[in-house]
């Protein structure tokens, strides 16, 4: 049980650490363990734990996140904020009926989101996510169909031409998607055009648009910005959005559901 719990705390720290470089940029060992309130050779642990995961790059003493050109691996991102991202799908999972048809994106999140339908009843699903058919395959009732295509074998998923392609023959009910990041003022942030083309081919196939967020993402740097929050109809977050993003989705109409 003790070392259980001092799992759930390693890991909850190195969510913290990942999201204060993404706030500050750069921060050093000893700036970490202040915010942090723990030994600064603790944080030195975490930091060189997160640098073999290739999460954090260290530099003369400070630490900052990898280079925003390019996302990290799959398999590290899916330690990250996995409480969140659970919290997220099964707020989403509320939010979908019985006998509803998706669209589900890519991403670590989107998995979690489809494992969390595991239970629901008779559901379409449209994705080009690898990840997510996995998830949904102890669901005898789900009708899955998939992008085609050349696969990105580091996330397991398709982004190309015939992705978008494949989403342009359906219009379902819900779309369910992530992001790369997201800046101060709520622009939606990815890592290459090729997932904004996807983003955006998923969206734009069905009645109602969800966005999930992790908090990980705020204030994350992303090389493409394209579109907005408010873009969206419903957006499932943890962590706290600025002012200026959450007036203009209320301005828009977009629901902000914090979980």
């Known amino acids: 049980m003790r070392s259980k719990v001092r799992a759930q705390e390693k890991a909850r720290r190195r969510d913290q650490i990942v999201d204060l470089l993404s706030r500050y940029g750069e921060l050093s060992a000893g700036q970490l363990a202040d915010f942090l309130n723990v030994t600064v050779q603790t944080v030195r642990t975490d930091l060189r734990e997160l640098d073999e995961l290739q999460l954090i790059k260290r530099r003369h003493g400070n630490a900052s996140l990898s280079t925003p050109a390019e996302n990290i691996g799959y398999l590290p991102r899916t330690s990250l904020a996995q409480d969140d991202k659970c919290r997220i799908a099964a707020k989403v999972a509320e939010l979908v009926p019985e006998g509803a048809s998706l669209a589900i994106g890519t ?153």
């Open 107 to 259: 991403g670590t999140t989107a998995e979690e989101v489809a494992r969390a339908l595991i239970n629901k009843q008779n559901l379409f699903v449209a994705t080009n996510n690898i990840h997510a058919v996995l998830a949904l395959r102890a669901n005898p009732s789900v009708t899955i169909t998939m992008a085609g295509g050349k696969v990105r074998l580091r996330d397991l998923d398709f982004i190309g031409a015939e992705a978008i392609e494949f989403f342009a023959k359906y219009t379902v009910d819900i779309a369910i998607f992530s992001i790369g990041g997201l800046a101060e003022d709520g622009a939606i942030l990815d890592f290459n055009q090729d997932e904004v083309r996807a983003r955006h081919a998923i969206a734009n196939c069905a009645k109602q648009r969800i966005l999930v967020l992790d908090s990980t993402k705020i204030g994350r740097a992303a090389t493409c910005c394209d579109g907005h929050l408010a873009d969206y109809d419903i957006v499932v977050h943890t962590g706290t959005l600025s002012p200026t993003a959450m007036k203009r989705c209320a301005d828009q109409g977009t629901k902000l559901i914090a979980v």
